[in-house]
């Protein structure tokens, strides 16, 4: 019998693994943000992620050592959360990284440790895998571990061989999987076999680096990567039979069910899925919020907004009918905000931005089943895959609730193009890929092996000489340029800032004997500044020492509109709402952008007052105080960091003193009075609880207001008023042209009237009804409309259907039917017309009676309405 290990909570399995590698001199760092510096990934998906950078020599380690409890997500197979014992939206990754430190020994060595000495696993239910190639790893576990070689299970490079990507750091792994029926014996072991083995700690050993042609050199400085998954060694420690029933995440579980009137215990497996599934993505949904992603239709923000919509229709699923999302957020909030403090601190925008989605989704739900009713209606025999991934996607229905409903009324769906559909959007929303590719920017990444990342000398220095360290044209490295070449540079220092925390490239020269180099743009790629130009004179070669010149007047703009950035955060929070944080921004060399979360629109008069009070601080000429601290300090004092932003040890504090305080890294005036003036351009909404204010600062305002000035004039000589008086005249105008629209409207009725009384004699019988189909010419739909519903009224059972041309490629057709035609005779108009409407590229619908359509080959029309005649005819007789 094997020994019973002690039961331990989350908090102490996370507390257990960092503090025992903290006393092994690691570093514990907090997690990084959910929304990574790495491009390639939408998410972080991996507790190695935020040490990227690190692991391909691009930044300096913050120690030779590091231990990180690494908040993550995947969405990638999101249909298994709650199926499945071990599958999560939202996990934490525990992880101990070694940069060049220690290797193989001493990380086995360790791993063995926590698992048996710390966490108390008894050795008869711990198995490990190998590379089968990696005899160095197996001899470890035999040798200096004891471990049984029956217990010792050889992979191959499919399971146990990380790669970064085709070329690049690269190593065997080995994993620690734990044994739930050991008794079973060490004869075939199945490490796939779910129901017996759980994998629970993987140790990465990156020695390798793989080149173009498939060969493996021993990496200079070999690195560990570890991950244990902290919910799978809470579902060991804590004897439950899959990871929803452990402390971290049944809180959440059992507020749902209280809430739900139900007992997860005595509940049928559907409804555990559904808690399951509450319990999980509410989770992610809070720690996404809290890290500044807001729901939308896009990326991230789509992720997001699947979630909560997730969590709010398995809500319906198991019963609850009130909203309910804030309740079960709250225990989600309780339970995280010791491990991860922004949590707590982003209370009241996490539940801002739930409670709005969650109306917003109720609303969009019972919209839904009315579009189901309307697909209903007018299907006859089958709803398409498009129609019900529709449903699923933007409405929230279940694909089995469709085709019940759909069975109900005699319909069937499409399976197969549903499921089409769903492909297609996977590939859309791939979140987070399984692998996280180390090989993008592959030149780049190539050059950070023998050059080191760029010195920005910019803020004090607006030129400097410098050396060009790298030239690449098409992003491929070459040893010289020629004249006329678009090529990216990258030298050993610059004063050219690079596009980052929202601020816009510098724009410049390289200047040398007999060189001209015309630099566009600067990025910042994986610690380099890369310089976008064009040569336009001259020859350049790797080596050569320039003057990089930065563009003055550029940089005065770009300087004036960053700080108008910091000044209008610090308005909105002083005038509309203290608790308003960025969501983005621009800072460009003309014109200013600034996204922040508000739950609605800034009123006008709140508009005046901001730019009043930013223009009072510009006035009242306020020095600019930038200085380097630890970010802790920083905090103390009150600066204002970007939520989602990762942020170093030491930051750049910019000081407005008692306007603004910041951590921000651009370029900013040296005092406010040098930003001139401040012009508020537009307000808008750019997604559900996301405002955008667009403004301009400095010389722009000048050039905004040369041309303000000039349509005033134009205005003023057209109407023959002063600039007081145009709006008056405006609106005068647009008085008399909604008369004249109201004549117009009146007289267009009427001449469909006229019309329709002249075709009242043309109705031909069809048995015990009367039919009449006609084009009347260039009516518009409204008039149609009224034609149509006047018709069948004086002619009583009756199917009117007109048709009208009312614009170039555009066509419009009506159908009005009498009560026995669309209740004795079916024919419901809606559906009728619709059909019609396709055969001139178009469709449309409505209700049984009455409904209208259009098209858009008028080609078609005479087409068409043989075709509804002939339809009626058959129908009707």
């Not at 050795?123 to 490990?128: M, R, T």
């Not at 220092?493 to 600067?522: C, H, M």
């Not at 009427?750 to 031909?764: D, R």
């Not at 409309?785 to 009208?804: D, Y």
């Amino acid at each position: 019998m094997s020994s019973v290990p002690p039961v331990l909570s989350g908090s102490e399995i996370r507390s257990k693994f960092l503090n025992f590698f903290h006393e092994r001199q690691h570093p514990i760092l907090p997690s990084a943000s959910l929304v990574p510096e790495d491009p390639t990934v939408l998410l972080t998906i991996a507790g190695m992620l935020p040490f990227k950078p690190i692991f391909l020599g691009q930044e300096d380690p913050p120690a030779p050592r590091a231990t990180t409890s690494q908040k993550c997500i995947r969405t990638n197979d999101i249909e298994n959360v709650g199926r499945t014992a071990r599958h999560h939206t939202f996990f934490e990754m525990l992880g101990n990284f070694s940069f060049g430190d220690y290797f193989k020994k001493q990380a086995i060595a360790w791993a063995w440790e926590i698992s048996t000495e710390v966490y108390k696993l008894d050795p008869k239910n711990i198995v490990v895998s190998v590379f089968r190639e990696d005899d160095e790893a197996y001899k470890i576990w035999r040798d200096q571990e004891g471990v049984p070689e029956s217990r010792i299970i050889r992979m191959g490079e499919e399971d146990n061989f990380w790669k970064s990507g085709v070329t690049g750091p690269c190593g065997p792994c080995s994993e620690l999987y734990y044994d739930f029926k050991p008794e079973l014996g060490d004869e075939n072991i199945d490490l796939e076999d779910d129901s017996r083995f759980i994998e629970y700690y993987n140790l990465v050993f990156m020695q390798y680096n793989r080149d173009a042609e498939g060969n493996l050199t021993p990496l200079a400085k070999q690195n560990i990567d570890t991950g244990m998954g902290l919910e799978r060694m809470a579902q060991i420690l804590q004897r439950v039979p899959n990871n929803y029933e452990t402390d971290l995440i049944f809180p959440i579980i059992e507020t749902a069910a209280k809430l739900a009137g139900i007992d997860y215990k005595t509940a049928d497996e559907k409804t555990k899925v559904s808690l399951k599934v509450i319990g999980d993505h509410v989770r992610s949904v809070v720690q996404m919020i809290a890290d500044g992603i807001t729901a939308s239709n896009t990326d991230r923000g789509y992720i997001l907004r699947r979630l909560i919509r997730r969590v709010v229709r398995h809500g319906k699923l198991i019963g609850i009918e009130s909203n309910f999302i804030l309740a079960v957020a709250e225990t989600a909030i309780q339970m995280l905000e010791e491990p991860y403090p922004n949590t707590r601190e982003r209370e009241s925008f996490i539940k801002q931005e739930l409670e709005r989605e969650e109306n917003n989704f109720l609303k969009t739900l019972e919209r839904g089943e009315k579009l189901l009713a309307e697909i209903i209606e007018k299907e006859e025999k089958q709803i398409s895959g498009v129609d019900a991934f529709t449903l699923f996607d933007t409405f929230g229905f279940p694909f089995e609730l469709t085709q019940e409903i759909a069975e109900e009324q005699g319909l069937t769906v499409d399976e197969t193009g549903y499921y089409e559909e769903m492909k297609k959007q996977q590939e859309r929303s791939k979140a987070a890929h399984e692998t996280i590719d180390l090989t993008v920017q592959g030149s780049l990444d190539e050059l950070a092996e023998r050059i080191h990342p760029t010195k920005f000398v910019g803020y004090t220095n607006l030129q400097s000489q410098v050396q060009i360290e790298a030239v690449l044209v098409g992003g491929h490295p070459v040893e010289q340029a020629e004249v006329g070449s678009e090529v990216q540079l990258i030298c050993n220092s610059t004063p050219f800032y690079a596009e980052s925390g929202g601020q816009i490239g510098d724009r410049g020269y390289f200047l040398g004997d007999n060189l001209v180099v015309r630099i566009e743009d600067v990025k910042k790629e994986s610690g380099f500044f890369v310089h976008y130009g064009k040569i336009e004179r001259g020859t350049l070669n790797i080596g050569d020492t320039v003057n990089a010149t930065i563009d003055r007047a550029c940089r005065r703009r770009a300087q004036a509109n960053h700080t108008a950035t910091h000044l209008l955060q610090a308005a909105l929070k002083n005038i509309v709402d203290d608790s308003i944080a960025q969501a983005g921004s621009l800072v460009d060399f003309d014109r200013l952008r600034f996204d922040f979360n508000c739950p609605r629109a800034i009123t006008a008069d709140e508009l005046v007052q901001i730019e009043d009070q930013i223009n009072a601080w510009i006035a009242e000429a306020h020095d600019t105080q930038v200085e380097t601290m630890a970010i802790a300090d920083a905090k103390a004092k009150g600066a204002v960091a970007m939520f989602g932003e990762k942020y170093g040890e030491e930051v750049r504090v910019v000081d407005v003193p008692g306007v603004s305080m910041e951590l921000c890294g651009g370029t900013h005036v040296n005092n406010t009075a040098e930003i001139g003036l401040f012009k508020i351009v537009s307000e808008t909404g750019i997604s559900s609880g996301i405002r955008r204010i667009e403004a301009i600062a400095g010389a722009s305002v000048l050039d905004y207001l040369k041309v303000r000035d000039q349509v005033v004039k134009e205005l003023g000589d057209k109407f023959k008023a002063k600039p007081e008086e145009i709006t008056e005249r405006v609106e005068n105008i647009q008085a008399e042209l909604r008369g004249v629209q109201k004549e117009l409207e009146k007289v267009k009725a009427e001449l469909a009237i006229a019309k329709s009384e002249a075709l009242i004699s043309q109705a031909e019988t069809v048995g015990e009804f009367k039919i009449l189909v006609e084009n009347m010419g260039a009516l518009d739909a409204k008039a149609l409309q009224t034609a149509a519903e006047r018709l069948q009224q004086k002619l009583g059972n009756a199917a009117v259907v007109l048709a009208s041309i009312p614009e170039e490629g555009k066509v419009s057709l009506v159908a009005a039917f009498g009560e026995e035609i669309y209740k004795g005779k079916k024919l419901q108009a809606g559906k009728f017309i619709g059909a019609i409407a396709k055969l001139c590229g178009g469709g449309g619908g409505g209700r049984p009676n009455l409904a209208q359509a259009g098209g858009r080959d008028a080609s078609k029309l005479p087409e068409a309405l043989a075709q509804a005649k002939t339809q009626l005819i058959e129908t009707l007789g």
